[in-house]
């Protein structure tokens, strides 16, 4: 009888612990999604601020 409840209490340790690590896992992949998210949006509006600023460069140039 003490066997099987010792059994069941390393049982019930393992699942905890597979379940932690599981959740673990998963929130070091959520943040990593959210950081290449973040920096690729950085990316794009660079992008499109460096291309207006040589629209208007390229305008200024041609008034003169």
Known sequence: VQENKDQQAKEKVEARIKIYSLLAGLTFLL?????LFRNSNQKQKAKVIELLQETISSKKNRKI
């Open 31 to 35: 943040i990593l999604a959210i950081l």
